[in-house]
């Protein structure tokens, strides 16, 4: 039993013993370099990394530039640039632009609104994009994309085959002829604005129905949600918690006394994620509706709005992580809070 404590309480302290330690950094304008024989977790709004990281590499960021050699990358930016060296895969999304002057050793997964490739990669490139720019490049594996527009420049290398959407505006074939080339068709469900507006309507309104008892059984806490101001802070405490939690449950799992702890666990990061949500509706809400003291209409008209953002497209998935990071990090720090 006394075993059972200590390490429930190592885990709930989990998040601060990551907080304490020099794998864990927050700042508006971070520098990082140096050696980290560990997992990290960097955040702010310019990172500016020449470091090495033996481990994975979590960063959250307006902008991004690597210039360092990580073990694994786990990032998410504005725009990212990678100048440095990626021993192992990447997983990058952005919201404007990624460039990989750099070098991947194996598979890229790449999400954002414009692609740029001048590296070298050294398995496949899974990319989905508005428009794809690979050039100077060179790329040992399969090439999986999906865009608007690709373009191949000069000096493509590609080792593989490049399996893109048949709808694609491709440019610069003539450069890829000696290449292997397959299309395939994207599949699209026809649906009515109507369908959209009643699933907008319905969603929201079941997100309303679970904040309105929250507001009601809860009120401290979004009385505190009325005072915070300091949200860059929430990112990062959510984006640690997001794959701390996870981590901590499989460890749990593994020890036959502690599973009935890793699902109870598990249970509880279910309901933070879907609640998560609601809190960031609800600041958006105070956002939107600054000077009207009616909560519960603040509630309602902050979640419609994040609803109608995250059905948009291209920034749809990058609204919802967002909202996911804030309303999750609020819900860590108050915790954090209520032990003290």
Do not use: W
């Not at 692609?115 to 398995?123: K, V, W």
């Not at 279910?270 to 105070?286: D, E, H, K, L």
């Amino acid at each position: 039993m006394r075993k059972i404590r200590i390490l429930l309480l190592a885990l709930l302290l989990l998040p601060s013993i990551v907080c304490a330690k020099e794998n864990f950094k927050y700042e508006e304008k971070l520098n990082i370099d140096g050696k980290y024989n560990a997992t990290t977790f960097f955040s702010g709004d310019k990172i500016n990394s020449e470091a090495e990281i033996n481990g994975i590499s979590f960063m959250a960021g307006t902008e991004i530039n690597l210039d360092g050699k990580l073990d694994y990358a786990i990032h998410m930016a504005e725009d990212l640039t990678l100048d440095g060296k990626v021993n192992n895969d990447a997983f990058i999304m952005s919201g404007k632009q990624i460039t990989i002057s750099g070098e991947v050793k194996r598979d890229a997964y790449l999400l954002s609104d414009n692609i740029y490739i001048d590296g070298n990669i050294g398995r496949n490139f899974f990319g989905y994009a508005t428009t794809i720019k690979i050039e100077n490049a060179n790329i040992k594996g399969n090439l999986y994309l999906r865009a608007t527009e690709i373009e191949f420049g000069k000096n493509v290398k590609i080792e593989g085959k490049i399996k893109y959407n048949k709808n694609a505006i491709i440019k610069g074939e003539e450069n890829i002829k000696n290449i292997k080339a397959e299309t395939y068709a994207i599949k699209t469900n026809k649906v009515s604005i109507s369908d959209y507006i009643i699933n907008i309507l319905n969603s929201t309104l079941q997100y309303v129905v679970v904040g309105l008892l929250l507001m009601i059984f809860m009120p401290n806490l979004f009385k505190k949600l009325d005072k915070e101001k300091n949200y860059s802070d929430h990112i990062a405490k959510g984006f640690i918690g997001l794959f701390v939690v996870p981590i901590a449950c499989i460890f749990l799992i593994v020890i036959p006394y502690t599973r009935s702890l890793a699902f109870i666990l598990l249970a509880l990061y279910i309901i933070f994620i879907y609640i998560s949500f609601i809190f960031s509706g609800y600041i958006v809400g105070n956002l939107v509706m600054k000077n009207h003291n009616n909560n519960y209409l603040n509630l309602l008209i902050g979640l419609l709005i994040l609803k109608i953002l995250t059905y948009m497209p291209y920034i749809g998935s990058f609204v919802s992580m967002g909202a996911l990071l804030i309303g999750l990090g609020f819900l860590l720090n108050n915790i954090k809070r209520a032990k003290k």
